[in-house]
């Protein structure tokens, strides 16, 4: 609920700071006294745009907050979607700059308008005679069976079965259009399956090859180059051994007088040994390199047809070529293996099809049995309304199996009458405004006996009625209170008097500047305003005692 509404700078509002009682608050005042302000700085927390430049003082800038006491609403899953700080006394704040962009915070945290918007809609409920009520639609109405016949526990279990049906689904017609795909081209992918199969390339064959078809074109000249080495180091004359030999004999000689030629000598010998290895490796790296023109072409030959297979394929690897030839692979087997699939996977769907047929059949049952009592207390509460002819018939039909969605299996139906002799047809038809305003008045308040509804703001809704009507009108606000807050903005004595809290807005002159304040009026205060509403400005005895008569015990 709002138990606190903070506006500083706001249009004719210099610095209001409100405290909202829980149950039922009444707003009253002269028509431009400032209540279109009100909610219009009410709906900037909740996320509405900035129209215009709003500032009381133009050198400042424009804040809104509103306290929330949300612990009864069950909106920890809100709060961590959307990597919020959750607390039960939750602060939402809308701060305008004097360029007009704005900030938005809940709880500190910056959030953009859109999330700000989703979480007002679960906070307060504005109720208005002339705005598009939740009444007119499917997705409400079936909200409102389902309070009354406790169904949220069922609903989750019947979402969790009917998410899993979804997925079931999606596969299902994965599968079919693959198969379709996969039949289309059975041909085709078999003849690219064969072709890859045949060449059956393997990972690391293209640089093994081309390595290979490197030696083979230049044999002749690897040959020369070995052979020259080999006549350089150990055959030719002089020769490398040869020289090194003679060296160390001479390094030894000089051993006999100088103790560090040892040494020497003996590297040398390492260097003769080393360079032997290396001649005698040469010699068998010449021996072993061929010239082969028949391995030669069936290595380009091997070559070309693996870039082929890349290029026709558009990759650059045997990995991918490979991946190419498993994917064709699969789809092969698919198209032979799909029969057993298919009846696979149809049969978990009708087991799934199952879980949520029974799911839904309890849901609808439920749903069903609280129709009755719907349609009683809401022709009773409109017949003390003023609409002692209104009918309300709820029809409820079932859906075929492909339609079955989130709500259940169920479509619901409205229809209204609101005269003797007119027939029934869907609410949004043929209800007018201050008729769905008394509709949604009398579901709420049946609603709120069952689930915790956000704070309901009630705007003018008493607009075309008066007297005795709108006595009841206030008494059914009343009863609302005693399960949910209730902010009502009225113009009629008769449902002003039924507020626990009585707020008055009017406006004041200072100096050059016209200023809009809201007053929590006292007890004196209250029948004062009261008999101002019943008589004018300046309210007689007569007055002033119905407007006590009116306030009763709420004084």
């Known amino acids: 609920m709002l138990t606190r509404l903070l506006i500083k700078n706001y249009a004719l509002i210099d610095n209001s700071d409100i405290h909202f009682d829980s149950g039922l608050n009444m707003i009253t005042g002269e028509t431009g006294a400032g209540k279109s302000i009100l909610m219009g700085a009410l709906g900037l927390i909740l996320g509405n745009r ?40 939750t602060i939402i704040r809308r701060e305008i700059a004097l360029d007009g962009k704005s900030r938005a915070f809940v709880n500190d945290s910056p959030v953009t308008l859109s999330v700000l918007k989703q979480l007002g809609e679960r906070l307060i409920d504005i109720h208005s005679q002339h705005a598009t009520l939740q009444i007119t639609t499917e997705d409400f109405q079936l909200f409102i069976l389902d309070s009354i016949s406790h169904n949220e526990s069922n609903l989750t279990s019947f979402r969790k079965e009917w998410k899993v049906l979804k997925e079931v689904d999606k596969k299902l017609r994965d599968v079919k259009e693959q198969i379709a795909v996969a039949n289309a081209e059975l041909d085709y992918n078999q003849f690219l399956f064969d072709e890859l199969d045949r060449l059956n390339v393997q990972i690391g064959e293209v640089k093994e090859l081309e390595d290979e078809q490197q030696q083979l074109e230049n044999a002749e000249e690897i040959k020369r180059y070995l052979v020259t080495s080999s006549q350089l180091l150990s055959v030719g004359d002089p020769n490398v051994l040869t020289l090194l030999k003679d060296s160390i004999q001479q390094v030894q000689s000089a051993g006999r007088y100088l103790v560090d030629a040892t040494s020497l000598a003996d590297r040398l010998q390492s260097a003769y040994i080393e360079i032997k290895d290396i001649s005698n490796e ?3 790296e010449e021996n072993n390199v061929n010239i082969n023109e028949s391995r030669l072409i069936e290595v380009n030959t091997r070559l070309s047809d693996i870039y082929n297979l890349f290029k026709k394929h558009r990759v650059e690897s045997e990995n991918e070529l490979i991946s190419v030839k498993d994917g064709l692979e699969r789809k092969l087997e698919m198209s032979l293996n799909q029969d057993a699939l298919l009846s696979k996977l149809e049969a978990n769907r009708s087991q799934q099809l199952l879980l949520v047929q029974e799911a839904s059949n309890t849901i609808h049952a439920l749903r069903a049995q609280a129709i009755p009592k719907v349609q009683k207390y809401v022709q009773n509460v409109l017949s003390s309304v003023g609409m002692p002819n209104a009918q309300l018939d709820i029809k409820l039909e079932r859906l075929s199996d492909d339609k079955i969605n989130a709500n259940g299996s169920d479509s619901v139906s409205f229809l209204f009458s609101a005269n003797k002799g007119q027939q029934l047809q869907p609410i949004q038809k043929v209800a007018s405004g201050g008729e769905l305003s008394r509709v949604m008045l009398a579901i709420k308040s049946l609603v709120a006996k069952s689930s915790s509804l956000p704070t309901i703001i009630f705007d003018e809704i008493d607009t075309g009625i008066s007297g005795e009507v709108a006595l009841k009108v206030g008494e059914v606000m009343e009863d609302l209170s005693q399960n949910m807050q209730v902010i009502a903005i009225s113009h009629l004595p008769q449902i002003a008097s039924k507020g626990i809290a009585h707020f008055k807005v009017y406006k004041e002159d200072k100096e050059d500047r016209t200023y809009s304040n809201i007053q929590l009026l006292n007890a004196d205060q209250r029948v004062n305003e009261i008999a101002q509403m019943l008589s004018g400005a300046n309210p007689g005895d007569a007055a002033i005692q119905h407007a006590k008569e009116l306030l009763g015990g709420n004084k």
């Not at 500032?55 to 006491?69: A, M, T, V």
């Open 282 to 284: 040469i010699e068998g």
């Open 50 to 89: 900035v129209e215009g430049k709003p500032f009381f003082d133009e050198s400042k800038k424009c804040i809104i907050e509103g306290y929330f006491d949300i612990s009864s609403y069950g909106l920890h899953y809100f709060f961590t979607e959307h990597d919020l700080d959750y607390d039960t006394a």
